[in-house]
């Protein structure tokens, strides 16, 4: 069993950069695929970011060229570095193995990007 918490965000202007992390207790090195979700007031939860243990990375169109998802598995977390943060990328931030499972789903970290 995984337990994801993650940390990171906050409140920023548009264009500003945050570094999310999602620590892991428990080994996250078992798990093929990682990823990063976000789900907007009143929106369905969405990718945002995967990669695999070999670090194969896909994300959603609106974020290409502006997040980059990386995993440390010696420390068992996994990061979303996002620049060009743009108002709509307000949500609030999820990991979980991908595709996800219900149990890993933990409090998330909120994002709020001020235009």
């Known amino acids: 069993q995984v337990q994801l918490v993650e940390s990171g965000g906050g409140l920023v202007q548009a264009g500003g950069s945050l570094r999310l992390s999602c620590a892991a207790i428990?080994?996250?090195?078992?798990?093929?695929?990682m990823g990063w979700y976000r789900q907007a007031t009143g929106n369905q939860r969405e990718s945002v970011a995967t990669?695999?243990?070999?670090?194969?990375?896909t994300y959603t169109d609106s974020v290409k060229g502006r997040f980059t998802i990386s995993r440390d598995n010696a420390k068992n977390t996994v990061y979303l570095q996002m620049n060009s943060l743009q108002f709509e990328d307000t949500a609030i931030y999820y990991c979980?193995?991908?595709?996800?499972?219900?149990?890993?789903w933990g409090q998330g970290t909120q994002v709020t990007v001020s235009s």
């Open positions: 990669i695999t243990s070999d670090g194969t990375t």
């Open positions: 428990g080994r996250i090195s078992s798990i093929y695929r």
């Open positions: 979980n193995q991908a595709p996800p499972r219900v149990a890993y």
